[in-house]
């Protein structure tokens, strides 16, 4: 898990816009999604997340977890 220091810098290098939508949110809105999940070794250095609203994380997380075979 991203602490919330690093979260709020790299939800300000994006103007507080998620990366998905477009849509611009307080910090507390976003999310940090890992492209490449936990358990494929994705980690949370900057070139594996994505900055993304609370609603288009569940999209993506869903989209993979659906890729992946994996039901929940």
Known sequence: MVNK???IL????????CENCGNVFPA???QIHR?????EGGTY???????VCVRCHDILS???????G???
Request: charged share 35%; net charge positive.
């Open 10 to 17: 790299l939800c300000a290098y994006n103007d507080y816009k």
């Open 45 to 51: 250095e900057h070139r594996n997340c994505k900055i």
């Open 28 to 30: 507390e809105k976003l």
């Open 35 to 39: 492209i490449k999940p936990g358990d």
């Open 70 to 72: 994996i039901s929940s």
């Open 62 to 68: 869903s989209a993979q977890r659906i890729t992946r």
């Open 5 to 7: 220091h690093k979260k």
